[in-house]
C-alpha cells in the first residue's frame, strides 16, 4: 500500500520561505508523477505545482510561479517543493498527490490517485 506523508508546514511571516516535504512509503516513486495542491479555508482543493515522472517537467499555478520549485528525490522517495516570498494568500493545507504513469503534469484533483494527509501552511503579515 502505497502512503503519502506531508511534513515541513508551519507558521512564516510575509516574505519567508519554507521547504516541504512528501515522503511516499510503500513502493518506488519512479512511475508516479506528483502534484502538490492546497486548499485554504472556504475553498476548493487546487492545483500548486507538480513534477512528472522523470523530473523533466514542472508545472507552476500563476499565483505561485517564480515563488515556488519542485523537485524529486526517487533514491529518498520524496517530493519536495520549495516556497519562497510567502504571502498570506498562501496560507492553506498543502496536499501531496501521486499520479501513475503520467509522462505530464496534471492539474485536476481527480487525476490523482493518492494523496496525504496534508501540511498546514500559515503566513501572517
Known amino acids: 500500500q502505497m502512503t503519502l506523508r506531508e511534513s515541513g508546514g508551519g507558521l512564516a511571516q510575509a516574505g519567508d520561505s519554507l521547504r516541504l516535504s512528501c515522503v511516499v512509503s510503500?513502493?518506488?516513486?519512479?512511475?508516479?508523477?506528483f502534484g502538490w495542491f492546497r486548499r485554504a479555508p472556504g475553498n476548493e482543493r487546487q492545483f500548486v505545482a507538480g513534477?512528472?515522472?522523470?523530473?523533466?517537467?514542472?508545472g507552476y499555478a500563476e499565483a505561485v510561479k517564480g515563488r515556488f520549485t519542485i523537485s524529486r528525490n526517487d533514491d529518498e522517495n520524496t517530493v519536495n517543493p520549495k516556497m519562497n516570498t510567502l504571502v498570506p494568500e498562501d496560507t492553506a493545507i498543502y496536499y501531496c498527490?501521486?499520479?501513475?504513469?503520467?509522462?505530464?503534469?496534471?492539474?485536476?484533483?481527480?487525476?490523482?490517485?493518492?494523496w496525504g494527509q496534508g501540511t498546514q501552511v500559515t503566513v501572517s503579515s
Open positions: 498527490a501521486a499520479d501513475y504513469l503520467s509522462p505530464i503534469v496534471r492539474r485536476l484533483v481527480d487525476q490523482y490517485s493518492h
Open positions: 510503500g513502493r518506488p516513486i519512479n512511475n508516479y508523477a
Open positions: 513534477i512528472n515522472r522523470n523530473g523533466g517537467e514542472t
